[in-house]
């Protein structure tokens, strides 16, 4: 076989497995996709979800998220969506509490304990002593028949018609409806305990969403010497020199009450350059610009951003209560401080 000929042959094969990949692919998509309908439409007549947000929002404790296997890691994300949307949470390894870290579960928590046959031998050998101890068990199976959703206080029924898997076995279909399910209870959570952005972000620090509602104006604002600014009867000479000085490509103008009263930027002094030959008897007074843009200190630095993008500009100025110049900002100071 000439090498064209076996070129030829790896291309054919390429394009035939592709076209293979592509329909197993959306056979998947869709086998998951009619479990997760048929989960949509079971719930219109089931009751259990309901029961299982009111005890979950009644739960002195914690949420405790349990399951073994593949369960065990759709567990671990459905404990971290709890935990991270204002219900306490975390995920209790079943093997792993049977050898001591039952002792992490105590009688005020609420247990999640996921296993879609039921019949998890290292969840059944701890949830009796869960109840005992008068602790909550909600289940989350594919057999409402099996031994752990008789043992729960409520049943959640994560059945699907068959797995995503071309042999039926690897969980595929279930676990989507299982996660699915843990994230709509979440989110029912999150909005009965009436959990907003604010609360999120104190949640998240460390991520955007954090930084947008943590981050106050006064945390990034530049203050003391660090803020351009001249008195309104200061010639322009030293007004150019203070805005060279402070680096921010403007200063402000404040009157005797330290209020700001206008504004000066290298845009303005290059728009001057055509008009104007003799810099050294123009007061500044004469030729800021007035009602200069200006926000609280208090504010959220992402208003800030909001005012910048509106009216087009790279600086504001920065006022307490009583409208005194306590700060200014630059765009860059916003980007620093990863708001942008």
């Known amino acids: 076989m000439s090498v ?8 054919a094969f390429d394009a035939k497995t592709a076209t ?8 998947a998509l869709q086998i998951e996709t009619d479990a997760l309908r048929a989960l949509h439409e079971r719930l219109a007549t089931d009751e259990s979800v309901g029961k299982a947000v009111s005890l979950l929002l009644q ?28 219900t306490p949470a ?33 969840l059944m050998a701890i949830l009796p002593v869960v109840k005992r101890m008068g602790g909550i068990v909600i289940s989350m199976t594919g057999k409402p028949e099996s031994s752990l959703a008789k043992l729960s206080d409520v049943h959640l029924d994560v059945s699907v018609a068959k797995e995503a898997c071309p042999m039926n076995l690897a969980p595929t279909a279930s676990t989507t409806v299982t996660l699915a399910l843990g994230d709509a209870i979440a989110v029912a959570l999150l909005d009965l305990r009436g959990f907003r952005e604010e609360d999120f ?34 010639r322009l000479p ?17 009157d005797a009450a330290n ?4 504004v000066f930027t290298d845009g303005d002094l290059r728009r001057m350059i055509e008009k104007v030959q003799d810099f050294s008897k123009v007061l500044i007074r004469d030729v800021m ?11 959220l630095a992402v208003d800030a951003v909001a005012i910048m993008e509106e009216f087009r500009i790279n600086q504001m100025l920065v006022t307490d209560d009583a409208g005194l110049l306590v700060g200014a900002l630059h765009i860059h100071d916003l980007t620093r401080a990863k708001v942008i």
């Open 259 to 262: 209020r700001p009263v206008g």
């Open 4 to 11: 064209t000929d076996e070129k030829t042959m790896l291309k």
């Open 59 to 86: 739960c002195k404790g914690r949420v405790v998220v349990s399951g073994i296997g593949k369960s065990g890691h759709i567990g671990r994300k459905i404990a971290a969506t709890l935990a991270s949307t204002g």
């Open 201 to 234: 972000a104190r949640s998240h620090p460390g991520g955007a969403l954090g930084r947008r509602l943590l981050t106050h104006v006064r945390d990034v604002m530049r203050t003391g010497d660090a803020i351009p600014a001249v008195g309104l009867d200061t």
């Open 90 to 122: 975390l995920f209790v390894h079943p093997a792993e509490a049977a050898h001591g870290d039952l002792g992490m579960i105590t009688p005020d928590d609420a247990v999640i304990a996921i296993s879609y046959s039921g019949e998890a031998a290292e």
């Open 238 to 254: 030293e007004a150019l020199l203070e805005i060279s000085q402070k680096g921010m490509g403007m200063t402000a103008i404040v």
């Open 20 to 27: 293979r990949a592509l329909e197993l692919a959306r056979e």
């Open 289 to 299: 610009h007035a009602n200069p843009r200006s926000i609280n200190a208090d504010k």
